[in-house]
């Protein structure tokens, strides 16, 4: 079943191929969905990740959580479930 994680604190200029690349070093990435501004079109800084399995979420914890990518320290931690807002 796939798990996902969520990325915070990247760089603006970070892209989603970047993210795959580096997450791919944990496990099967099945998406990558990087958050961007509705108006700019430019990174809020966070995504997404799809993990083939939760077994592969928490290696990928393991190994990116504080990890620098283009000098910046990533948080990442299994992603909350979504809310629907009424």
């Known amino acids: ?23 791919a070093q944990a496990g099967t990435v099945s998406e990558v ?3 961007k501004d509705r108006d ?8 997404f990740v799809t993990m083939g399995s939760s077994a592969e979420a928490d290696k990928a914890v393991g ?3 504080a ?3 283009a000098e910046k320290e990533l ?3 299994i992603a909350k479930p979504r809310v629907e807002h009424a």
Do not use: C, P, W
């Open 67 to 69: 990890y620098t990518l």
């Open 63 to 65: 190994m990116f959580h």
């Open 75 to 77: 948080k990442v931690n």
């Open 33 to 35: 969905e990087l958050i």
């Open 1 to 23: 079943m796939d798990s996902r994680v969520y990325v915070g604190n990247l760089a603006k200029s970070t892209t989603q191929a970047e993210i795959n690349t580096l997450f």
């Open 40 to 47: 700019s079109g430019l990174s809020k800084g966070f995504a």
